[in-house]
């Protein structure tokens, strides 16, 4: 590590008020400006470079060993560093021993590489430092998300005119809500469907303000849950949590062969709750659009059908597959999402956004209402102030970089990347399914699946055994695919993500998840991640075999 490499050359650095003053810099002369310039390209092009010629995910050094290097504790009294060798030790330093998302050979996260100009938007909205909490630190901000929420609101529930027309600068709709992330979200929708059913009536506050003790009782309900397929996110546990429904309220219902929540199960769930002695309310149903896991989609229809009968909360997890209405091609495998009362969409996923930007929809304009919080000194009832319906405080202009990536991109540009990711992921499963050492487990819907190695001879073992053996041969089988999964991730060259998945009267199963959503992954980038693996196989896991 080059930490201290110049600091021979350099007079002693002080905390004093004339560096400060330095430190707060303007670009008011030429050479200021040179130098901030010269700062902003040892970034882009500093930080690209370097990027280009660490090909692979990541540089080979044990995490302990890291971890060292990060012990001490005290904040020292001086400056130790100057910009420039900040700047330069991030890039030569730290990026090595970061992850290489932008990698076309790391395919197994929902994080990846996202187009160069979004570094720039992203610096504008540092340099403006706007937050849009409240109108007066924010002023066209604050319409201009408005606007931007209409916009991916009509994209979703695809309202008339007029709708548009009267809710997208009406100081009391709220057509959504940015937050932080999926999780907060997750959590936002959830927090309205259980304002909206506890709602305030004669004698009772509302659960906000009351709490769920209280709401219980004006309610006359003993317990109340939210349900989900067993591929839900683990954010909407966590919301069980925090809003007092209790994470094992949150109940899972069993996928069917295709990976999408079983409607005979749900069904049966329901009915049980209905004969369940204590008295249950079914707080909202989730359909995901795009699960975490294997990328497949919830029969979205059917369920706000059983949600519209039983006026029950009906929201669709979307953030990974939200954007997947911007193509043409492929909106249909969401459709019936425009009959969501609430819609997750996480910018940073496949909007393609720097970290992070979570977005919550919801079709009726005034269900924020019930999470509406004023403060006197900002957030007067009436005003635009942003952050009245919204779980978030401070916050940054995200709308800004969502609005100008639309305007840069076009739905256009954004179907192209959604169709590339799809396509990617259908020629990937064509691939696997002709290697004989792999079985493809869950056929990509969108541009997710799910694979295993299942090497010839343990397949016949399985096929011809009985129950204890076939479960003998799944463990060996697991084992196998979770140390390929751990050699190739620790070789650094590619990256394809593992997890569990749960089959219903079965062993459960570790599989190799792949996520195609960088458009420089080609199939010939595919191929190669697979030989990598059938090599590991063959050498370090059944050498004998081969
Ligand atoms: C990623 C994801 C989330 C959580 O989003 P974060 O932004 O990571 O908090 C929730 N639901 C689904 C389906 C996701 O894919």
């Not at 694979?451 to 799944?474: C, H, L, N």
């Amino acid at each position: 590590m080059s930490t201290d490499r110049n600091h021979t050359v350099k007079t002693e650095l002080v905390a004093d008020w004339e560096t400060l003053q330095r430190i707060f810099i303007r670009p008011e002369n030429e050479k200021v400006r040179a130098t901030l310039v010269k700062y902003m390209e040892q970034i882009l092009f500093g930080l690209h470079d370097f990027l280009m010629q660490h090909v692979g995910i990541t540089e080979e050094v044990s995490l302990k060993k890291l971890a060292d290097q990060f012990r001490e504790s005290r904040i020292s009294r001086h400056p130790s560093k100057r910009l420039a060798d900040v700047i330069s030790g991030l890039i030569e330093d730290v990026a090595p021993h970061a992850v290489n998302v932008a990698s076309p050979y790391f395919v197994g996260h929902m994080t990846s590489a996202i187009p160069f100009f979004m570094v720039h938007l992203q610096t504008i909205v540092a340099a403006l430092n706007q937050n849009v909490v409240k109108l007066e630190t924010s002023k066209v901000v604050s319409v201009l998300e408005k606007q931007v929420l209409a916009k991916i609101h009509r994209v979703i529930f695809d309202k008339p005119d007029e709708f548009y027309d009267e809710h997208i600068q009406h100081p009391e709709s709220a057509l959504g809500n940015f937050v932080e992330d999926g999780t907060l979200a997750n959590l936002t929708a959830l927090w309205v469907a259980r304002n909206s059913f506890f709602r305030p009536k004669p004698g009772f506050a509302g659960v906000e303000k009351e709490g769920m003790a209280a709401a219980f009782q004006a309610y006359e309900v003993e317990r109340c849950v939210v349900m989900v397929s067993q591929l839900g996110h683990y954010s909407l546990e966590k919301a069980g949590g925090v809003l007092g429904i209790g994470n094992r309220n949150v109940l899972s219902i069993d996928v069917d062969s295709h990976s999408r929540m079983d409607m005979t199960h749900l069904k049966s769930a329901i009915r049980d709750i209905r004969k369940d002695p204590r008295k249950t309310k079914i707080l909202a149903i989730v359909g995901i659009a795009g699960t975490t896991e294997t990328g497949t989609v919830d029969p979205l229809p059917e369920l706000a059908e059983i949600c519209a009968e039983d006026d029950i909360h009906f929201h669709v997890d979307a953030a990974w597959g939200g954007p997947t209405l911007l193509s043409e091609n492929h909106r249909s495998l969401l459709s019936g999402i425009n009959l969501a009362d609430s819609v997750t969409i996480d910018g940073h996923k496949q909007f393609y956004m720097p970290m992070t930007c979570g977005m919550v929809y919801f079709k009726d304009p005034c269900l924020m209402d019930t999470v509406a919080y004023y403060a006197n000194y900002i957030n007067r009832p009436g005003s635009v102030d942003l952050g009245i319906r919204s779980l978030v405080g401070s916050r940054a202009a995200t709308s800004l970089i969502l609005r100008s990536a639309l305007n840069i991109m076009g739905t256009g540009g954004y179907a192209l990347l959604i169709d590339h990711g799809i396509e990617m992921a259908q020629v990937l499963a064509e691939e696997i399914k002709r290697r004989e050492l792999f079985q493809l487990v869950t056929p990509p819907e969108l541009n997710i699946l799910t694979y295993r190695i299942f090497p010839e001879g343990m397949r016949r073992e399985w096929a011809d055994g009985d129950a204890q053996s076939r479960k003998a041969v799944t463990q060996q089988v697991n084992q196998i695919n979770l140390t390929v999964q751990r050699l190739q991730r620790e070789a650094g060259k590619s990256f394809v993500s593992r997890t569990t998945l749960k089959r219903r009267g079965c062993e459960d199963i570790v599989v190799l998840r792949a996520v195609l959503m960088n458009p420089m992954t080609t199939m010939d980038i595919l191929g190669e991640i697979l030989d990598e693996q059938e090599k590991i196989f063959h050498d370090q896991i059944a050498p004998d075999d081969s």
